[in-house]
Structures are given as structure tokens and as C-alpha cells.
């Protein structure tokens, strides 16, 4: 059975002007038409789904950056989980004067009030991690499908011809990136009779809410021989439960390549696989793209950051002091 965990507790917006104060302003139409930016330092107003976890944080600080290192402003805002809020947000970077805005949507569907904004306002859009179906020149992100079912082949790998009970513990409800890692792990592991995966509930992609889970799927399931979590910070809640209760025959799954994880997998023990999901590079190309678009110059629809999957055979030499590991870089 699915559950849905709703984030509780009033969300409170961060703003961040980095850069020279030298900027192009709504009005200040350049050569190109709409609000593009001329050829000082490019106004940017980046809105953030979350800072609750540990991806999302990497994200945005590599946007800043960025924009930082390339002399333009990012102004910031964390909608704390909260679509409503997000919106808001968003309406309030517009009245800044940006030039482009930078979007992570808590909600695909549900940000549209602040697509429809931004065009109203000659202010094009770049979506990062989480795609809208529509109204954005970019974006910068990965196929969430690709990596799930990525792990799913090697969940299918390591359980071997006896299969076994895989418990999946799951983002957020109506996520796009957690309907894509679950629907890629399943057609992986669907065609294989011998292995049954069970629902857990949403956790928000927060390991305490993966304790929580995993505590009461332990119990409810004595008989599982893995966990599939859509992201490591859950895998390595449930690693923490399966740990005290002295069950290091269950095989752990997840996605992110946080180096927590990559470490543990490194280890040899239980943590068997991860796919990358480098948010420093994710951030990077956020920016660089949003800067292009904001100059009126053509980019791709998608901007894939690449990835790659994590196991026993090369975890070792992607072992480093950052928090993620690093994700190949992507074609230029």
C-alpha cells in the first residue's frame, strides 16, 4: 500500500545576490527581443523544490557557484516542499528583475501558475532535476527511467535465479523522479517470476522518514532479501534499521552515488549498488544553460548530466572527499 507523507512546518524563502551588481532589467529589452540579457552580468532567480535533503543542498550551492564564478547575480528561494509556496516565490524573484529563472518543481503540474509568470514577464525558463510538461526552453537533468532500471538489473544480478521479496521505498507522491525510478527499476525486475517487489511508503527522499518506513516494512515483511530506495539518503536509513536488527543478509539498493554510499559499497558488504546522480555537475549546467537562454542563445531541450552505475567493480576508485561522487562529464 502506498502512503503519502506530508511535510509539515511553515517554509521560510533564502535570498542570495552573488556576483557584480552590474544587471539587465525587465524593460532593458536587448537586441534579441523579450527579456533577454545584453552582455553584462545575467540576473538569475533560481527557485529550489527543497533543501531537505542532502542532493538538493549539493545542487544549489554548485549554482551558486557557478553564477559566482562567472560574474552574475543568483537570487535564491527554497520552497521547502511546498507548491504554494513555490509559486509565491517565484512571483517574488520576478518582481526582482531577473532574467532568466531557474526552476526545480516541487510539483510539475502544479508550478504552471509560475510558468505562465515568468512568459508573461518575457522571462524564459530553465527547469533542473524535475521536467515540466511544458513552458520551459531547457531542461537540465538525467533519465531517472535509465538509472532505476539500471539498478533494477542489478538488484535482478545479485539475488540471482532464487529472486526473493525486494521492498522499494519510495520519493515523493507524484514525482516525476519518483515515478521514473520506480517504472525503470519495474522493467527490470517485472519479467523475473521468482522476485516479488512490495510498495513501501513515501519518504520524501529524508532518511529519518526511511527509518520510520523501514522499521515497520522489517516487521511486516521478515521473508526480504533486498530494499530498492529511490535515493541512498533512504537506502541508508534502511541499512541503519536492517543493521540493529542484526539482518545483514538484506541486500540494499539505491540511486544518487552519495559517497556514504559509495563508500559502503566499496566496503563489500550489504550496500550492493547505486546509479550517479552528481548534483554538483546538475547545478553547473543549470546555470551555464540559464545563462545562454538569458542571452537569447539556442540550447537544447534536454541536457543530460550523465551517469553511470556504482557497484563492487569500481566503487573504490570513485571514493573522494565530496559528497557525492562524480558523475562522468557529459558531451560537450
Known sequence: MRLARVAAGLAISATVAIGSTACTMPGDKGATGGNTAGDGAVKIGF???????????ALTDAAKQTAQRDGNELFFADANGDVTKQNNDVQD??????????????????????????????????????????GAAAFVGRDNKAMGQ???????????????????????????VARDRHDGFAAAVNGHPNITVVDGPYSDYIRSNAVTAMQDLLQAHPDVKAVYAQNDDMALGALQVLDENNRRDVLVFGVDGLMEAVRAIADGKQYVATALNDPNIEGQLAVETAVKVAKGESVPEFIDAGTGLVDKTNAASLVGDTTFAKAPAPPA
Open 47 to 57: 527557485s529550489q523544490a527543497t533543501q531537505q535533503s542532502p542532493f538538493y543542498v
Open 93 to 134: 524573484l520576478i518582481t526582482r528583475g531577473i532574467n532568466v529563472l531557474v526552476i526545480n518543481p516541487v510539483d510539475p503540474k502544479g508550478v504552471a501558475p509560475s510558468i505562465a509568470a515568468a512568459s508573461a514577464a518575457g522571462i524564459k525558463v530553465v527547469t533542473v532535476d524535475r521536467p515540466v510538461q511544458s
Open 150 to 176: 539500471t539498478v533494477g538489473e542489478a538488484a535482478v544480478t545479485a539475488l540471482g535465479p532464487a529472486g526473493g521479496t525486494i521492498i522499494e521505498i519510495q520519493g515523493d507522491a507524484g514525482g516525476a
